[in-house]
């Protein structure tokens, strides 16, 4: 997308809201709107799924490594009856797992406050858990969702970045009426940093599965999730904010299903501090300008939405390419050819970047074929 385009959906959606009192939203597809959807759908193999996808995600009928994840892990069961042992040798007062995830017990107390209730998935960055707030507040919910980060300098670090931009969208929205998922507090627990979120019902992908597996969800469910989904992307902006990771697993619902909030912002960052990679953002998702080199900014969250409503929809997803490669070629499929225009900065920036070392031996090279040739 444009950014004359990103523009014009910015003062389209200006002032816009979401009555979260609206009722029940049906998800499933009647049986007539199957039978419409599976004689004009495309046909896309989706072949790799878990490609594209972080590492942690790869696993069959697995995508959700974020914040709310799906495959409990890092346990510790407490009482009678233990049958699981964690064999670990000096590492960090013996708390942690060898690869620095905090092995919790359920019913343990984090923070003099949070009892863990349930397992609620792991990721690259956290484990998450579900727990009750035994000092609840008015107006605050009793459960909540905890995310604990790994015990790493790196992980801390991006811990932190992650606590700041939660803070600036929390702070620009105190009436929690812009579908980001509300961030309550954070606090350390035996040299962890956990940040406590509200707790919602389940992520997209799940609700994928359940009602809509290979067929997609009703269109009416599809118009009042990209509805909170563009309030979402509005709030961003506003904020500065570059959420990088868009996908159906970072968007959760309640459990009426008539409310989706943004969630997992772990990869994300301040618009303007961004570096260019090839690999940002997951790889079904990923905007072409990330895919070619050149600089990004929030459009590259729209493309990523862009994609999931039509997922939403079909339920097939709308690039599956297996390599960065294909990705680009599936784009042209669709699309066409990519302006010359954009081509060209491509050029440019590839042969302005190229180290020294590169350029001196393509010069020895040209030398040593004109040698050969004359």
Request: charged residues 25%; aromatic residues 10%.
């Amino acid at each position: 997308m444009s950014v004359a385009n990103f523009t014009a959906y910015d003062n389209r959606i200006e002032g816009v809201d979401v009555d979260l009192t609206e009722t029940l939203i049906s998800v499933e597809k009647s049986p007539q709107e199957n039978g419409v959807q599976q004689a004009t759908e495309r046909t896309s193999g989706a072949a790799g799924l878990g490609e594209g996808t972080p590492k942690s995600e790869r696993s069959d009928e697995k995508y959700c490594d974020d914040i709310f994840g799906e495959t409990p892990a890092g346990v510790r069961k407490s009482g009678k009856g233990d049958g699981l042992t964690i064999m670990r040798s000096g590492l960090h007062d013996n708390w942690d797992d060898a690869e620095g995830y905090y092995s919790y017990r359920f019913g343990e107390i984090l923070d003099s406050r949070y009892e863990i209730a349930a397992a609620h998935g792991k990721g690259v960055f956290s484990t998450v858990v579900r727990a009750k707030d035994l000092k609840v507040s008015n107006g605050e919910p009793e459960e909540v969702a905890i995310k604990i980060i790994r015990n790493n300098e790196t992980m801390h670090k991006a811990g932190q970045l992650e606590v700041q931009i939660l803070q600036k969208l929390a702070g620009a929205d105190p009436e929690n009426r812009r579908h980001c998922v509300r961030f309550l507090s954070s606090f350390k627990y035996r040299n962890h940093l956990c940040l406590v979120f509200e707790s919602l019902h389940m992520n997209l992908r799940e609700v994928l599965k359940k009602f809509g597996r290979n067929i997609g969800l009703k269109l009416t469910a599809v118009r009042a999730y990209a509805k909170q989904l563009f309030i979402a992307l509005k709030h961003l902006k506003n904020c500065g904010v570059l959420h990088c990771d868009i996908k159906p697993d970072n968007m959760l619902v309640n459990e009426a299903k008539n409310v989706l909030k943004l969630c997992d912002f772990g990869n994300a960052m301040f618009s303007g501090k961004n570096e260019i990679t090839p690999y940002l953002v997951s790889r079904f998702y990923r905007a072409p300008e990330i895919i070619l080199g050149l600089p990004y900014d929030h459009p590259m969250d729209m493309w990523s939405v862009g994609c999931c409503l039509y997922e939403l929809y079909t339920g097939k997803v709308l690039f599956p390419g297996p390599t960065n490669n294909d990705m680009l070629r599936l784009h042209m499929e669709l699309k066409g050819p990519f302006p010359k225009k954009m081509l060209k900065k491509v050029i440019f920036l590839f042969l302005f970047n190229l180290p020294s070392w590169w350029l001196f031996n393509c010069h020895l090279s040209v030398a040593q074929h004109r040698q050969i040739w004359h």
